[in-house]
């Protein structure tokens, strides 16, 4: 039973998500919301709900491990295997504004949560934990994105192009529902993941850090999966990238400030490994980014294959 509710609550996740960012876009461009604006917050914020619901649902039942585990997973696997693949599918066009601003704030991000967790090391203390007030710091850090998001798009908006919309209020009725539906579908899939998941932990003497960083990341991580290589297959590869930058700076500040704001976070001293991994895969994403622009299909297979070595390594260190 406890595996059928895991299934059950990715399939949530992943179909939740899918409906979320359907309407709430459908119900964005209705109130004439500019295109990039929704790609750049809807899309990616909506593809990492999943990791939210399940890292705020984690701090709130005392799971501290999986929320912080399940972030830097998701990370790992965003910036290894979804860009991987995406790139092995269609090599993906790097703008330079992305290359000079969005994934350098990444890797800041990144950097940030390694220094606020850092407690014994930099303030002598006995343990290491996220506390409400370094939530409070990532929170502004997120802040301060979302107004660098919000002047791209004002700065890139064309003001000259109005465009009318007649819309009934049966469209606005379905496509909020739409959206409810998928809000909804999240929170509960969010529910049974870390339910079942540390149970399964319990049951085959797995850590909840382990379960985290593989079967709650990989789950959760499905949406940016299924939304990049779409992406790809429809050769709009500047949506695939951006999603991915988007939901890793999404799932740091943002999942994480909630998250230690609702309760202090305990860090497990393992997960530093990971966090080190994790920025420097975001390292050699900029990196490779600098290679004509662009990501090609030998550096999506070099990146894949070192998700795929890293998960041989979580694997034997637990």
């Known amino acids: 039973m406890t595996y059928i509710l895991l299934l059950l609550g990715?399939?949530?996740?992943?179909k939740g998500a899918d409906y979320f960012v359907s309407g709430s876009s459908k119900v964005a461009s209705l109130l004439q919301i500019p295109p990039l604006l929704v790609g750049l917050t809807i899309v990616a914020f909506g593809t990492g709900a999943p990791e939210a619901t399940?890292?705020?649902i984690a701090a709130l039942e005392g799971s501290t491990e999986v929320t912080i585990s399940n972030v830097v997973g998701s990370n790992i696997i965003?910036?290894?295997?979804?860009?991987?693949?995406t790139a092995v599918i269609f090599p993906l066009k790097v703008e330079s504004q992305t290359l000079r601003k969005e994934i350098p704030f990444v890797m800041l991000a990144s950097v940030?949560?390694?220094?606020?967790?850092?407690?014994?090391?930099?303030?002598?203390?006995?343990?290491?934990?996220?506390?409400r007030s370094d939530g409070i710091i990532l929170l502004l850090f997120f802040a301060i994105f979302m107004y660098y998001i919000f002047e791209i798009a004002r700065n890139s908006r064309d003001k000259s192009l109005e465009v009318q919309v007649k819309t009934s209020k049966k469209e606005w009725g379905k496509n909020i529902t739409i959206t409810i539906a998928g809000l909804a579908g999240i929170i509960l899939g969010g529910y049974f993941v870390?339910?079942?998941?540390?149970?399964i932990a319990y049951m085959m003497g797995m850590s909840e850090t382990l379960v985290g960083l593989t079967i709650v990341a990989i789950g959760s991580s499905l949406p940016e999966l299924i939304t990049?290589?779409?992406?790809?297959?429809?050769?709009?590869?500047?949506?695939?990238?951006?999603?991915?930058?988007?939901?890793?700076i999404f799932n740091i500040l943002f999942v994480l400030g909630i998250s230690s704001i609702i309760t202090p976070l305990p860090v497990n001293s393992k997960i530093f490994t990971d966090i080190f991994i994790m920025i420097l895969l975001t390292v050699a994403l900029f990196l490779y980014s600098r290679t004509r622009l662009c990501i090609g299909k030998y550096e999506g297979l070099s990146l894949s294959f070192i998700y795929v070595m890293y998960l041989i390594y979580v694997i034997i260190r637990n």
Do not use: R
Not at 10 to 14: D, H, Q, R
Not at 78 to 85: F, Y
Not at 112 to 131: G, K, P
């Open 54 to 56: 399940i890292s705020i």
């Open 10 to 14: 990715f399939v949530l996740l992943i």
């Open 112 to 131: 940030a949560l390694l220094v606020l967790m850092s407690d014994m090391q930099l303030q002598m203390t006995e343990v290491n934990v996220i506390t």
């Open 228 to 248: 990049s290589i779409t992406a790809a297959l429809k050769k709009q590869s500047e949506i695939a990238l951006g999603n991915i930058v988007g939901s890793n």
């Open 78 to 85: 965003n910036t290894a295997l979804v860009v991987g693949l």
């Open 194 to 199: 870390v339910e079942s998941s540390t149970t």
